[in-house]
């Protein structure tokens, strides 16, 4: 087997200061990692303080030191986006780190990363939120905050707990990863501090295998952070943006578009068979054809993962309507429930809160709602059951 690459991509914007020590430290450390071939490649952005400069000359003192220069400043996001097409691609890398020049990372856990690739994760965090890890403790109230509460936020929104430290900047990224998800991260939105949410999001949703090492995240000495206030919003934007879209292609939301396209189906077209038939025979018939539009287009779009066979279609279509009737019962038991039990509950009640609420519309609320809970149950034990 052909001995592996690796490089470890440091984002520079005026690192003079830093980025010495940095490249010395890292390679220091890379020392002692067996069995890879490992490099460093810094991105600068034309930093006004000429870091490129310096690292240009670093560059004759370290032979496996590489240098990227963007012309124009292009964000953190962008600026790894074009470091790691140039390390997978053009250096033939297989696998990048993420690294900060400032060494807040501790690169002395630079080893460890590699362990958890030999094992075979498709990658690996730095987290300062398991045991083992740290923030800094002198760091401001206001930044202590952002960065705990901003990730438990973020876990919240994206309901995902299995990882811990969302926003981490020190990370290993395997060709794997980067090749599954480039393409979805290229673009303004992605070209700042949001690139590493936007990453991890990804690649947590195409399945990837993510281990965390943990390391104490130290305060830069020199210099000054770029993280900016713009850098909050759009995180917030990014996760809205993710749930909504989850919402969007979710069953539930899918039911409930159906389940009002059939109550639209049905009055509109009650007026119509009112004005053949007698009113009873007009109201089943109504609700006959919301039913079949409803049934329709469960199997078309809401279960289309677990569409009938056509053979099915009768059998299943009368279990739909019996679960469709149940719903009906489940509606009129509530109304009479309500009306017996809770109106007088009610009368007690409500003047104390002093709330002007028509009950009569609360049962109707609560009695639609617990029909359409027990029709979504019902599709999904009995009439679209998981194939097993
Ligand atoms: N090339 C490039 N590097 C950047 C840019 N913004 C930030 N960086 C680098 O990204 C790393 C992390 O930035 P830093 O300001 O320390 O962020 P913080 O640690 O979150 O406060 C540092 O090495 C910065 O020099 C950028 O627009 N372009
Ligand atoms: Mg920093």
Redesign the pocket.
């Known amino acids: 087997m052909s001995i592996k690459k690796a490089l470890v991509i ?6 003079l200061e830093n980025i010495e020590k940095t490249i010395i430290e890292v390679f220091k450390n890379l020392k002692s990692v067996k069995n890879w071939n490992c490099g460093i490649l810094v ?3 034309t930093s006004p303080d000429k870091t490129y400069e310096l690292v240009k000359k670093l560059q004759k003192k370290f032979s496996k030191l590489e240098l990227l220069i ?1 012309k124009k ?4 996001g ?2 790894y986006l074009k470091g790691m097409e140039y390390a997978f691609g053009k250096l033939k890398a297989d696998l990048v780190f993420q690294f ?3 060494l ?1 990372h501790d690169p002395t856990k630079i080893p460890l990363f590699f362990e958890k690739i030999d094992q075979g994760a498709d990658l690996v965090l730095g987290s300062r939120y398991i045991s083992g890890g740290s923030i800094p403790a002198d760091w401001g109230l206001h930044r202590k905050f952002l960065s705990v509460v901003g990730n438990l936020v973020v876990r919240t929104v994206l309901t995902n707990f299995s990882v811990s430290d969302w926003t981490t ?1 020190y990370r290993a990224v395997t060709k794997k990863v980067y090749q599954a998800v480039h393409k979805e991260l290229a673009g303004d939105q992605f070209s700042g501090y949001t690139f590493q949410i936007g990453l991890l999001n990804k690649t947590v949703r195409k399945g990837f295998s993510i281990a965390e090492i943990p390391f104490h995240f130290k305060d ?1 000495t020199f210099g000054k ?3 900016g206030p713009e850098y909050i919003k759009n995180t917030l934007e990014y996760i809205m943006k993710v749930r909504l879209q989850d919402l969007l292609k979710s069953r539930i939301l899918k039911f409930v578009i159906v389940g009002g396209i059939g109550a639209l189906t049905q009055l509109t077209t009650l007026q119509g068979w009112r004005t053949i038939f007698p009113y009873q025979l007009a109201f089943f018939l109504a609700i006959e054809g919301a039913v079949l539009m409803n049934f329709i287009l469960s199997n078309l779009w809401t279960f289309s993962d677990r569409k009938l066979k056509p053979t099915q279609y009768p059998a299943k279509f009368l279990q739909f309507n019996l679960a469709s009737g149940g719903s009906i019962l489940i509606q009129q038991a509530i109304a009479f429930l309500g009306e017996t039990f809770v109106g007088l509950f009610a009368l007690f009640t409500l003047p104390i809160i002093n709330l002007n609420i028509d009950t009569g519309m609360m049962y109707a609320v609560g009695g639609i709602l617990i029909g359409m809970f027990w029709n979504f149950f019902a599709y999904n034990k009995f009439i679209w059951k998981k194939k097993k």
């Open positions: 440091i984002p520079t914007y005026n690192e991105v600068d952005d963007n400043k292009a964000g953190l962008g600026a900060d020049a400032d807040s900047g830069r952070s770029k993280i």
